[in-house]
Each structure stands twice: as structure tokens, then as C-alpha cells.
């Protein structure tokens, strides 16, 4: 009596995960969605990339501004922030089970997430782990999402897990349409990201 209702449970599931980056969006705007889709498809196979540009960070105690640096290679990446909040420059390197946060003058630290790292040792409650989606201008797969597309059928407003993100600004580069200035805001923060160079790559052929 139980092989019908798990057989339909399973193909729920399977549907679920061919869905992949739809299935928990509410999607608004002037955009096309067919657009939409194709160009989140085309942006979300980039697998690996560098940036470089600043960041400013408003907080309720403290603000500042300083350089980022972010590498990313398929599972394993590396953030570099240097000046936000006077504290110097921090290295956020990791993949999945293994994270560690170098900062200058303190010493090296290990913690579950990102997140805990940042919040811990730099008072900075940053959604790390979304913003491996939010910089390509995508919203997160894994929690629901509202989504605001613009005239072009980009993301133009995002809202995700208590945080808004603006995207002011894209730039084309090697055939992809990338943000060049994005503002989050949530839980008591402020940041925004002027990226001066974008150099994405797909590896995963």
C-alpha cells in the first residue's frame, strides 16, 4: 500500500532538484522570465573566479571601508578583506568542512561556518554563503527568495533570509553580464561592494 504514495514522494523530489534555482523564488518586475532563467543558467555554471574591489562596511558601533579580494575555485575559495572596521586585514579561506580565518597581528581561527568565524572574531554577521550566489547577481538555492528582475531581465532587488540587496550597477565581461556595485542590508549591517575587476571562469566542463 506505501510503494504508490513513496513513488510519488520520489518524483516530487527528483522534480524538485531538476528545478534547481526556480523552485523557491516569487519572481516581480518588468523582466522577461524566459531571459531570466537563461541568463541565471549561463551565470551560475561560472564555478570559478577572481575579483578585486572595495568594500564599505556600516554597523552599529563601528564603519569602514578597505579593499576586497575574492578567489574562488569550485568548492574552495579565498576572501580577502583589508581595512573594514580598523581591524587590519583578514583571510577567509575554505571548503566545505574545513574554514579558517587569518587576521592580522591575531592569529588563525577555525569554526563550523563562515559566518560563526566572521561573527566571532570580527563582530561581522556577513551571509558568506549566500554571497557566493548574491555576487554573480543570483539568488541562494537554498532558502525562498523574492525576486525584483529589471528592464534587462536581471536580478535588480533581492530579498533572502532577512537581507535586501540592491544590484546598482552591472558590467559585461568575457559574455557574461556581472554586478559591478551591490548594497546589502540586514541584522544591524550595511555593506556595499564596488567591484573594479571581474574575471570569471567555468572549470567544470
Not at 6 to 12: A, G, T
Not at 30 to 42: L, M, N, V
Not at 154 to 175: I, P, T
Request: glycine fraction near 10%.
Amino acid at each position: 500500500m506505501l510503494a504508490r504514495p513513496l513513488l510519488l514522494l520520489s518524483l516530487i523530489a527528483l522534480l524538485a532538484g531538476c528545478a534547481g534555482l526556480t523552485s523557491r523564488e516569487a519572481l516581480e518586475g518588468t523582466g522577461d522570465p524566459t531571459r531570466w532563467r537563461a541568463h541565471k543558467q549561463q551565470v551560475a555554471d561560472l564555478d570559478a573566479w577572481q575579483i578585486s574591489g572595495k568594500v564599505g562596511i556600516r554597523a552599529p558601533r563601528d564603519s569602514g571601508s578597505g579593499t576586497l579580494f575574492w578567489l574562488q575555485r569550485q568548492d574552495y575559495y579565498d576572501i580577502r578583506l583589508s581595512g573594514p572596521l580598523g581591524r587590519g586585514a583578514a583571510r577567509l579561506t575554505g571548503r566545505p568542512g574545513a574554514i579558517l580565518l587569518e587576521v592580522a597581528n591575531q592569529g588563525r581561527y577555525q569554526a563550523a561556518s563562515p559566518e560563526a568565524l566572521l561573527q566571532q572574531q570580527l563582530g561581522l554577521n556577513l551571509p558568506v554563503s549566500h554571497l557566493l550566489w548574491w555576487i554573480r547577481g543570483l539568488p541562494s538555492p537554498d532558502s525562498r527568495s523574492r525576486v525584483t528582475l529589471d528592464g534587462d531581465s536581471r536580478l535588480a532587488h533581492l530579498q533572502q533570509d532577512g537581507w535586501k540587496v540592491d544590484y546598482l550597477r552591472y558590467a559585461e565581461q568575457n559574455g557574461y553580464w556581472l554586478p559591478e556595485r551591490i548594497k546589502l542590508e540586514g541584522h544591524d549591517l550595511q555593506v556595499t561592494l564596488v567591484i573594479k575587476d571581474w574575471q570569471p571562469r567555468q572549470l567544470g566542463l
